[in-house]
Structures are given as C-alpha cells and as structure tokens.
C-alpha cells in the first residue's frame, strides 16, 4: 500500500461503472487509480470514498471475512489526489457509489 490510505498505483476504476444500469461516463474525474484488491473492494462495495476524498471501509468486511484490519487502520484518511483539482474524483460520482454500491452495516 501507497500513502495515506494505499488508495494509489494500480487499475484505474470509474467511481460509477460506465456500464449497466445509471452508468457512469469515461471521465477523469469518475475514476480512482486502485491497486487490484483494493479495486476488487471497492466495486463489491466494502471500500468506499466520501466527497472529502476520506477512505470508508464498510462493517461488513469484517463481518462477511473476518479481515480488513490494514483497511480499518487506514479509515478516515485523506486519500492520495491529483495534484490538480479539476483530475480528482468528483463528488457525484462517489456519492453515487456510496448510496448505490457501499455496503451498510447489516441490519441486526
């Protein structure tokens, strides 16, 4: 893992998937460069980023796996940015993720 959160060198990853339904467009700023884990985290939504750009990492990975203890240090965190503004993930399409694929704590 890279910096702050390790959110850095890897596959790039549209924050809402060009494809299917509401899909996302190809644009820079609808994208997060992921290491390969941390991408397959992401898209099954137990890793997220909120419009501060602060990594989020969803109860149930630790639920569902009993793991995610490197994620969970790294929570909150500021993740690694472009250095210009205009190249970072916009706000719509991580709250998109958030609300259509971050997973919530599982009802108890």
Request: charged share 30%.
């Amino acid at each position: 893992m890279r910096g702050r959160s390790g959110l850095r060198a890897g596959r790039w990853r549209g924050s809402r998937p060009p494809t299917g339904p509401g899909g996302g467009e190809h644009r820079l700023d609808n994208g997060l460069l992921l290491r390969s884990d941390v991408h397959t985290l992401f898209d099954r939504g137990y890793l997220g980023v909120d419009p501060q750009h602060r990594l989020l990492v969803s109860p149930r990975l630790r639920a569902d796996f009993s793991n995610g203890d490197q994620f969970y240090a790294k929570a909150g965190q500021v993740i690694d940015l472009p250095e210009r503004r205009t190249d970072r993930p916009g706000r719509e399409f991580l709250e998109w993720h958030l609300d259509e694929v971050f997973l919530k704590p599982a009802a108890t």
